[in-house]
């Protein structure tokens, strides 16, 4: 079982950086691909930023390109997303995701409990 706990959710002003860590623990880390979502109230999750289980491959939502990267350190079993330039419609709970490359973009294997991130305008 792959359990993802996030860290490092808060508030603060548009224009400002953030950066979420999420420790994942149980089946060997460096076997699964890693990927962000994020849920804003009254909408559907939605795929923000997935990485591959070597580091070689990333992949963004347009709506973040430019201002968020992920990172992973599989030494650490941990993986980063690095938020620069945010706006208040990046308010939402954020979710650390591990699955397959292929699933991780969409579904998942498996989930965090997520981690509040809010704006202010």
């Known amino acids: 079982q792959v359990q993802p706990v996030e860290s490092g959710g808060g508030l603060v002003q548009a224009g400002g950086s953030l950066r979420l860590s999420c420790a994942v623990s149980g089946h060997p880390f460096r076997s699964y691909a890693s990927g962000w979502f994020r849920q804003a109230p009254g909408k559907e999750r939605e795929f923000v930023a997935a990485i591959s289980w070597s580091g070689g491959r990333t992949y963004y939502a347009d709506s973040v390109k430019g201002r968020f990267t992920i990172s992973r350190d599989n030494g650490k079993n941990a993986v980063y997303l690095q938020m620069n330039s945010l706006k208040p419609e990046d308010t939402g709970v954020y979710y650390c995701?591990?699955?397959?490359?292929?699933?991780?973009?969409?579904?998942?294997?498996?989930w965090g409990q997520g981690t509040q991130v809010t704006v202010s305008s």
């Open positions: 995701a591990a699955g397959t490359w292929v699933q991780v973009t969409t579904k998942p294997d498996y």
